[in-house]
T-cell receptor, first 113, second 114 residues
Framework: DAKTTQPPSMDCAEGRAANLPCNHSTISGNEYVYWYRQIHSQGPQYIIHGLKNNETNEMASLIITEDRKSSTLILPHATLRDTAVYYCIVRVAGGNAGNMLTFGGGTRLMVKP | GAVVSQHPSRVICKSGTSVKIECRSLDFQATTMFWYRQFPKQSLMLMATSNEGSKATYEQGVEKDKFLINHASLTLSTLTVTSAHPEDSSFYIC??????????FGQGTRLTVV
């Protein structure tokens, strides 16, 4: 799986949008961009994933650049409960490749009142 | 989304004893489950990949005789930490893959060896 680079930490004011960047310049054509988050002392939680089009769900939006070398996860109205470590992972979806997720350092998002 | 249940959520054991952690996929069949370990302020590190009905595949540096993995059914995998030592204290997390190959995570197990 391709490697990703994320800032180690970010702060965001409660109620404002949190924009979390991720670089994945070596992403392959069949690799998706996945985002997970891990709240303290819990297992990772799936947020969203995409291939090349922008995606939106009830939790977040995912913006992928046209060259697919970077992406941004957007939490439109951050709350204190969004404080967590956010992991950006690129991987092949489906298939028989084991599909284990390789976690990098992630971004520790601190939402402040 | 799919639910993965991990039990226990916390366990304290004495040095030299063994501890079993269960990981169950509640509403889907998981042909493959993954076990991760996470030390404080660090990221998740894959320990092993468990396939139903076959031997687990361990990552480099993970002792297979110390971390016994059994995946006897499509909904249950267990990790047994044998002869636990204080350095085995960690947060253990399982992940199960559904037929669409999407991964879902358990709540994690905080193991403390005293």
């Amino acid at each position: 799986d391709a490697k990703t680079t994320q800032p180690p930490s970010m702060d965001c004011a409660e109620g404002r949008a949190a924009n979390l960047p991720c670089n994945h310049s070596t992403i392959s054509g069949n690799e998706y961009v996945y985002w997970y988050r891990q709240i303290h002392s819990q297992g990772p939680q799936y947020i969203i994933h995409g291939l090349k089009n922008n995606e939106t769900n009830e939790m977040a939006s995912l913006i992928i650049t046209e060259d697919r070398k970077s992406s941004t996860l957007i939490l439109p109205h951050a709350t204190l409960r969004d404080t967590a470590v956010y992991y950006c992972i690129v991987r092949v979806a489906g298939g028989n490749a084991g599909n284990m997720l390789t976690f990098g350092g992630g971004t520790r998002l601190m939402v402040k009142p | 989304g799919a639910v993965v249940s991990q039990h226990p959520s916390r366990v304290i054991c004495k040095s030299g004893t063994s501890v079993k952690i269960e990981c169950r996929s509640l509403d889907f069949q998981a042909t493959t489950m993954f076990w991760y370990r996470q030390f404080p302020k660090q990221s998740l590190m894959l320990m092993a990949t468990s396939n139903e009905g076959s031997k687990a595949t361990y990552e480099q540096g993970v002792e297979k005789d110390k971390f016994l993995i059994n995946h006897a059914s499509l909904t249950l995998s267990t990790l047994t930490v044998t002869s636990a030592h204080p350095e085995d204290s960690s947060f253990y997390i399982c992940s199960a893959r559904d037929l669409k190959a999407e991964a879902f995570f358990g709540q994690g197990t905080r193991l403390t060896v005293v």
